[in-house]
């Protein structure tokens, strides 16, 4: 059975940084493109950001792009989210999600970043 | 990167069915064939329902079905159910070696 499991989400202030971790299971994790995607309390969901299998190409929103980080260790089947200088309209539900087929086949539950002084 | 447009809500009652639009540019839903669709429960991840303009995962009930015109793509539901209420988003891929998600549309169940 395919899991993606999110952790890391904070309340952290504004200008503060933190690092998303999604562990996968159930699947060959090195075979896939993974993606996080957002949602804000009560809004749409909003693309962030997508890696390569093997990590080396990287994609991202134009909202991120500069301040966030995606990585992945395949070793330790986890892809990260590194997100530096947040800002309030950052504060979201962030999932991770795989994708074959140019589909989002799997999601996590998702974890809550909360940017707020 | 603008979101896709899709129709704030949209209702109907029990066995009529229903049609979302998503529309976009030919950047994105009109340049590919790479939209999908998804529902969202309350509280809940959303789950695949198209993919590839049409074609349905397997589990997916077959009284959803996918369509695509120019930058439109249309998600329809036919025999509505009291179940089918929930959030659907559209997805694309996007030029920018991206994906875009739609706006959202609430169907409601009379």
């Known amino acids: 059975e395919v899991q993606l499991v999110e952790s890391g989400g904070d309340l952290v202030q504004p200008g503060g940084s933190l690092r998303l971790s999604c562990a996968a299971s159930?699947?060959?994790?090195?075979?896939?493109?993974m993606h996080w995607v957002r949602q804000a309390p009560g809004k749409g969901l909003v693309w962030v950001s997508r890696?390569?299998?093997?990590?080396?190409?990287?994609n991202y929103a134009d909202s991120v792009e500069g301040r966030f980080t995606i990585s992945r260790d395949n070793a330790k089947n986890t892809l990260y989210l590194q997100m530096n200088s947040l800002r309030t309209e950052d504060t979201a539900v962030y999932y991770c999600?795989?994708?074959?087929?140019?589909?989002?086949?799997?999601w996590g539950r998702g974890t809550l970043v909360t940017v707020s002084s | 990167q603008s979101a896709l447009t899709q129709p704030a809500s949209v209702s109907g009652s029990p066995g009529q069915s229903i049609t979302i639009s998503c529309t976009g540019t030919s950047s994105d839903v009109g340049g590919y064939n790479y939209v999908s669709w998804y529902q969202q429960c309350p509280g809940k991840a959303p789950r695949i329902m198209i993919h590839?303009?049409?074609i349905r995962p397997s589990g997916v009930s077959s009284r959803f079905s996918g369509s695509k015109s120019g930058n439109t793509a249309s998600l329809t539901i036919s025999g509505l159910q009291a179940e089918d209420e929930a959030d659907y988003y559209c997805?694309?891929?996007?030029?920018?070696?991206?994906?875009?998600f739609g706006t959202g549309t609430k169907v409601t169940v009379l």
């Open positions: 999600a795989r994708v074959k087929n140019w589909m989002f086949d799997f």
């Open positions: 590839e303009v049409s």
């Open positions: 890696i390569n299998s093997d990590g080396r190409t990287t």
């Open positions: 997805s694309s891929y996007a030029s920018s070696s991206t994906y875009v």
């Open positions: 159930g699947f060959t994790f090195s075979d896939d493109w």
